[in-house]
């Protein structure tokens, strides 16, 4: 590991301590570690350095390059921008990370720049400003554990519903009403929506009771 890397992960460290919250800021129990695993061709942070895993997240929601290549990518409360590098592994043709922090932004715009992924960008922006329009479509979308701290998920799920061209891959918080989650995603387009369990990634194991779900707008073609 080189001076920039060892930079990176000290800085990874450092802006993976506090996250934004409904009101407030909330202080990660684990302590000295990185929020999530990923790893590129040129900079990654190993399972042991992280509390949670962008590959072990991916692949419970199903994704592969089955259908991630040549797609494009949205990650609503993108934090340091590990599960787009990671989606990076499958060939996406671009990818838009929005985060609140702007020192999160800032540390995974240089990772990408430095691992020369120039198909990714990421953006500052509070989740409950964004303009769907704006925006556009995204083939895959994220929202994984921002649910509860928005300040009205009525417009979330209306964003997401607006924003998604095809996959969604949602995370509820923790005490989540996942028939609830269902209804709301169903009532902004989402034809399919399945429940897959809770998550089993994070470190913390009081932490793995978040729910995930897979969300399509339409029926997936058998292959």
């Given amino acids: 590991m080189n001076d920039i ?4 992960k000290e800085r990874l460290r450092d802006t ?12 990660l129990k684990s302590e000295n570690v990185i929020y999530c695993a990923f790893g590129t061709d040129r900079f990654t942070v190993g399972r042991n350095e992280a509390q949670r895993s962008a590959p072990e997240r ?3 929601f199903g994704l592969s390059r089955a259908n991630v290549e040549g797609r494009s990518a949205l990650d609503l409360g993108c934090h340091n921008g590990a599960m787009l590098m990671e989606l990076t592994n ?39 400003l964004l303009d769907a329009a ?9 929202a994984l554990a921002i649910e509860a701290h928005v300040l009205d998920a009525g417009r979330l799920y209306a964003l997401l519903g607006k924003v998604t061209g095809d996959i969604l891959c949602f995370e509820g918080n923790g005490n989540c009403d996942v ?13 399919t929506i399945h429940y897959i369990g809770f998550c089993d990634d994070d ?9 995930m779900l897979v969300a399509r707008k339409a029926e997936p073609a058998l292959i």
């Avoid at 890397?5 to 990176?8: D, K, N, V």
């Avoid at 800032?106 to 990714?120: D, M, S, W």
């Avoid at 704006?134 to 994220?142: E, I, N, P, Q, Y």
């Avoid at 470190?203 to 729910?211: G, M």
């Fill in 58 to 60: 991916l692949a419970r």
């Fill in 179 to 191: 028939d609830a989650v269902k209804e709301s995603l169903q009532a902004v387009g989402f034809q």
């Fill in 90 to 128: 499958l060939g996406p043709s671009h990818g838009l990370g929005i985060e609140y922090d702007a020192e999160k932004v800032a540390i995974a715009r240089e990772i990408a720049t430095y691992c020369g992924l120039n198909q990714l960008h990421f953006e500052q922006g509070d989740l409950d």
């Fill in 134 to 142: 704006a925006l556009g479509t995204f083939d895959v979308v994220f």
């Fill in 203 to 211: 470190i913390v194991p009081a932490n793995n009771k978040r729910p």
């Fill in 16 to 27: 993976s301590r506090t996250f934004r919250k409904k009101e407030g800021r909330h202080t």
């Fill in 5 to 8: 890397e060892h930079e990176f």
